[in-house]
């Protein structure tokens, strides 16, 4: 059975930092793109960070650039977010995937998906 299990997600003021964590199970990890996207309250999901656990090659959405680091380790089968200089607009559930991709330039995401993990930044 695959699992995503996402965990991390919290409060916090703007301008802070969290750090999410997806533990992945139930399928070879070495072999898949790992991701983040996102849900805000009211809007479609977005895809946020992709990273290659083949080449280490990572690709960010632009709102999120020089703010996010996507992160991998293949010897924990965990995929990570680190979120610093969090803003209000960051709000929203992140959800970890499996199988992403970059279309267009877009983070994009074909198979497997993980339990959200809510996000709330103040102003």
């Known amino acids: 059975e695959v699992q995503l299990q996402a965990s991390g997600g919290g409060f916090v003021q703007a301008g802070g930092s969290l750090r999410l964590s997806c533990a992945a199970s139930?399928?070879?990890?070495?072999?898949?793109?790992m991701g983040w996207f996102r849900q805000a309250p009211g809007k479609g999901r977005e895809g946020v960070s992709c990273?290659?656990?083949?080449?280490?090659?990572?690709h960010d959405a632009d709102s999120v650039k020089g703010r996010f680091t996507i992160s991998s380790d293949t010897a924990k089968n965990t995929v990570y977010l680190q979120m610093s200089g969090l803003k209000p607009e960051d709000t929203a559930v992140y959800y970890c995937?499996?199988?992403?991709?970059?279309?267009?330039?877009?983070?994009?995401?074909?198979?497997?998906w993980g339990q959200g993990t809510l996000v709330t930044v103040s102003s």
């Open positions: 995937v499996a199988d992403c991709g970059v279309v267009a330039g877009k983070v994009v995401a074909s198979k497997y």
């Open positions: 139930g399928f070879t990890f070495d072999d898949y793109a």
């Open positions: 990273i290659s656990n083949k080449d280490g090659s990572t």
